[in-house]
């Protein structure tokens, strides 16, 4: 079910509802670029295990508004303002790739309200002290930080007519990535069903504008607004070993530094493997609230 809702500043926020609508409520913040019909289980897997899964396209993705110069912690206004509109008042939150940030967000300035939190193959934050922030990553990925970083404004102007092209043809994204993808990710990515879903993924992530995908880079690359060692709730961070986009240096350092954390590297996986691994994660996710309710 789509649902649009209106921000606190009103801005409209496009919202996709998949699974059993009286399941535990489960936030996807989708990947960098992406948007809210990213890959997930179906809705019927989803109905089975009573889960009701809440995405949403992040400010300038999709059907949402723009949210110029937002931080990352950011985030955490809009899934309140969605929450609140769906009469929500306890859930989980899981992120993957550019997204997974975005759930440590709500992990550590909505306590009260998110009962558990997953980051998947996660970035760190740019300015996290005594991590090699580019070590083992692609040459793609660094070059593009590293610019997003020095010269916002040139980057964005870089991106347009990228995004763009994108759109037209959801499929060149994949092709640029080709020659960065492990042998791990060109397996999984070849699969059809896979595929068909990061096609609609991108194609509708850039269908309006491409500044969802300029303003999440930005985001990723400053300051994020929170500090993940004040989480308090429980986290699971979950990385491939293989991963050249986001390192999993990157997950072991936030272990290192957020209490009571549950870390799993999967040593012979990659940066797409994180789509397997999210049926597991939302089990686990679902346990949170289960503890809730006996509570």
Do not use: K
């Not at 979950?238 to 999967?266: K, M, N, Y």
């Amino acid at each position: 079910m789509r649902v649009h809702v209106r921000s606190h500043d009103g801005r409209t926020l496009l919202v996709e509802r998949s699974g059993d609508p009286h399941g535990d409520p489960v936030f996807l913040q989708h990947g960098t670029p992406g948007s809210r019909v990213g890959p997930r289980p179906r809705a019927m897997v989803l109905f089975h295990r009573g889960v009701q899964l809440i995405s949403y396209d992040r400010p300038g993705y999709g059907g949402s508004d723009r949210h110029p110069g937002r931080r990352v912690a950011d985030a955490v206004q809009d899934v309140t303002d969605i929450a609140d509109a769906l009469g929500l008042d306890r859930f989980a939150v899981v992120g993957r790739s550019g997204g997974a940030p975005h759930a440590l967000a709500c992990a550590a300035l909505l306590p009260e309200r998110v009962t558990r939190a997953a980051a998947l193959v996660s970035l760190a934050p740019p300015d996290a002290e005594g991590l090699d922030w580019f070590a083992g990553m692609t040459r793609y990925n660094e070059d593009n930080f590293r610019f997003a970083s020095a010269n916002p404004d040139g980057y964005a102007a870089g991106l347009i007519p990228r995004s763009n092209a994108i759109r037209r043809n959801p499929a060149s994204l994949l092709d640029d990535l080709r020659h960065d993808l492990t042998a791990e990710d060109q397996h999984i990515v070849s699969d059809t069903g896979i595929r068909f879903m990061l096609l609609r993924n991108y194609q509708e992530a850039l269908r309006s504008s491409p500044y969802g995908w300029i303003d999440d880079a930005l985001a990723l690359c400053c300051p994020w607004g929170f500090d993940p060692a004040t989480i308090r709730i429980p986290v699971l961070l979950w990385h491939g070993g293989r991963d050249v986009f986001s390192p999993a240096s990157h997950s072991s350092w936030l272990a290192a530094r957020i209490p009571g954390v549950t870390a799993v590297i999967e040593p012979a996986a990659a940066h797409f493997a994180a789509l397997a691994a999210l049926p597991s994660v939302l089990a686990w996710l679902q346990r949170g609230a289960a503890q809730h309710d006996a509570a």
